[in-house]
């Protein structure tokens, strides 16, 4: 089924529903926030009528991006629910259970874990926000994008492609942040949100650079401790927000960084410039695009297997 029978399906089932909810994955990036925001403010604005609600924890650091609704399960249960950004059902962040097959999905993942009634990948978007985008610009729905649409949209897609800096980054990508500034897009505003990080940190930084073991092939490793979290006063959240750091060092073309979690498990960030990774993290439970992906949740024993296939994964990519 092509976009144009998807969106018009997609379309049909939003008009036939009184309520509906937006789902996205847990422990949110900004795109998953963006993505889920946007859409919701796209269909408000097209159909008023409409009681359109947003759930899912909220990050203190991403709270610039907006608020979530809460709902009783009562109107989960009699409401359109629409997952986006999220490959796969048990990353969907949802307090209340979800039936799958009954959901539209919105995704620029590989859909490797394909589920619900309207299924619309497009792996060759940027984002999630990205496909927002696309949805409001395109003359044949009944969206119409407005301000507070377009500053949440484009949070998530600056998000999502490392401020144009990550390769997933195309021409459609800039033709359609051109069409969104026009929408009094708060440009520095929102850079500045994203590129501000608490003190505390920052000084974190210092530590992961201390602290990183490279390889000879070009890989690189860092784990953070609940003790070092404690140390520097930071939440597993706050330190995603220092995933990019290792790939500063010159001659890094791949990296992981562990952060534990409450339970003495690790949750697993993998990142490239180059060496597919994301097979590595669904091996391990995780997914996500081909050059940054994650796992939820790895054991101490675990990372040493996770890094020699990253060492490997980075002596085959430079083979070729």
């Not at 009634?117 to 994008?145: G, H, L, N, Q, R």
């Not at 992961?208 to 784990?223: F, N």
């Not at 940054?292 to 790895?298: K, L, M, N, T, Y």
Request: with cysteine.
């Amino acid at each position: 089924m092509n976009y144009k029978e998807l969106l018009k399906e997609m379309i049909t089932e939003i008009e036939k529903a009184d309520s509906i909810v937006i789902l996205r994955h847990r422990k949110p990036d900004p795109d998953a926030l963006g993505s889920q925001i946007g859409l919701s403010k796209l269909i408000k604005g097209a159909y008023p009528k409409k009681a359109v609600y947003v759930i899912g924890d909220m990050p203190e650091n991403l709270k610039y991006i907006g608020d979530m609704d809460e709902i009783t399960q009562e109107v989960f249960d009699h409401s359109l629910v629409i997952v986006v950004d999220c490959s796969t059902p048990r990353l969907i962040n949802c307090p209340f259970e979800v039936n799958v097959e009954e959901v539209i999905k919105i995704d620029h993942h590989p859909n490797v874990t394909p589920y619900g009634k309207i299924c619309y990948v497009d792996t060759t978007a940027a984002s999630a926000s990205e496909i927002m985008a696309e949805f409001a610009f395109d003359e044949t729905t009944p969206f119409e994008m407005n301000r507070d649409a377009a500053n949440v949209i484009y949070a998530g897609i600056i998000g999502d492609t490392g401020r144009f800096l990550y390769p997933s980054t195309t021409s459609k990508t800039f033709a359609l942040v051109s069409k969104l500034i026009q929408h009094d897009v708060d440009l520095a505003g929102i850079a500045d949100k994203m590129i501000t990080k608490p003190l505390n940190v920052n000084r974190m930084t210092g530590y992961i650079y201390e602290h990183l073991e490279v390889s000879p092939e070009g890989m690189a490793s860092v784990v953070l401790t609940k003790e070092v979290l404690e140390r520097f006063q930071a939440t597993d959240q706050l330190a995603s927000l220092v995933v990019s750091v290792p790939g500063t060092v010159e001659g890094i073309l791949a990296w992981s960084m562990y952060v534990e979690q409450e339970d003495e498990t690790f949750r697993v960030h993998l990142r490239s410039k180059g060496p597919t990774v994301n097979d590595i993290a669904q091996e391990f439970g995780g997914g996500g695009h081909t050059l940054a992906c994650g796992i939820p949740s790895v054991t101490k024993s675990q990372i040493l297997e996770v890094d020699a296939k990253l060492k490997e994964a980075v002596r085959n990519f430079k083979k070729n």
